[in-house]
T-cell receptor, first 115, second 109 residues
Framework: DGGITQSPKYLFRKEGQNVTLSCEQN?????MYWYRQDPGQGLRLIYY???????QKGDIAEGYSVSREKKESFPLTVTSAQKNPTAFYLC??????????????FGDGTRLSIL | SQQGEEDPQALSIQEGENATMNCSYK?????LQWYRQNSGRGLVHLIL?????REKHSGRLRVTLDTSKKSSSLLITASRAADTASYFC?????????FGAGTQVVVTP
């Protein structure tokens, strides 16, 4: 079955530590996205990528980094510079349409907590 | 900043009743999308309505869009316990989605 796989489901970070969240898709989608969701709030865009080896900052990119070396993979690193990393992180993908009117497909998220 | 804002924040209904939630936004859009999120899970796409469309149906879901008022509504008819979830509207401007804070819907048997 096609879909998006995020791992791990739960992750704990110590102070001063970088952690990497994995996102893999087998939908053959060109575009991939990372969002952060805080309790009772909507999603905020961290980074997105429309094509391999290219990505753009979203609304809250500070303290995060990404890479897009393969079409299927878009890992997110939460660096020690991110002072409030506790949140639910969601990865999504979509095809890139001419009119940019495409639905996004989401993984089941990674919940990151601080030890 | 959030582009879409849903109303109400929470909604509790009984099975068989209809549920209506609204979304207002501030700037021009290419399309507006509605998503469902079950507790602790990712979002599932429900409906996409383009800026030149006024109404769209999918099964028990009906979405309207009024671009002059910058608002949209999602109607779930004949609700079921399985419809219990949070519902988000997202406005699409050139491929980037801006999500509202969502409406939490609880359907009791």
């Amino acid at each position: 079955d096609g879909g998006i796989t995020q791992s791990p489901k739960y992750l704990f970070r110590k102070e001063g530590q970088n952690v990497t969240l994995s996102c893999e898709q087998n939908l053959n989608h060109d575009a991939m996205y990372w969002y952060r969701q805080d309790p009772g709030q909507g999603l905020r865009l961290i980074y997105y990528s429309q094509i391999v080896n290219d990505f753009q900052k979203g609304d809250i990119a500070e303290g995060y980094s990404v890479s897009r070396e393969k079409k299927e993979s878009f890992p997110l690193t939460v660096t020690s510079a991110q002072k409030n990393p506790t949140a639910f992180y969601l990865c999504a993908s979509s095809i890139v349409g001419q009119a940019w009117g495409q639905p996004q497909h989401f993984g089941d998220g990674t919940r990151l907590s601080i030890l | 900043s959030q582009q879409g804002e849903e109303d109400p924040q929470a909604l509790s209904i009984q099975e068989g009743e209809n549920a209506t939630m609204n979304c207002s936004y501030k700037t021009s859009i290419n399309n507006l999308q509605w998503y469902r999120q079950n507790s602790g899970r990712g979002l599932v796409h429900l409906i996409l309505i383009r800026s030149n469309e006024r109404e769209k149906h999918s099964g028990r879901l009906r979405v309207t869009l009024d671009t002059s008022k910058k608002s949209s509504s999602l109607l779930i008819t004949a609700s079921r316990a399985a419809d219990t979830a949070s519902y988000f509207c997202a406005t699409d401007s050139w491929g980037k989605l801006q999500f509202g804070a969502g409406t939490q819907v609880v359907v009791t048997p």
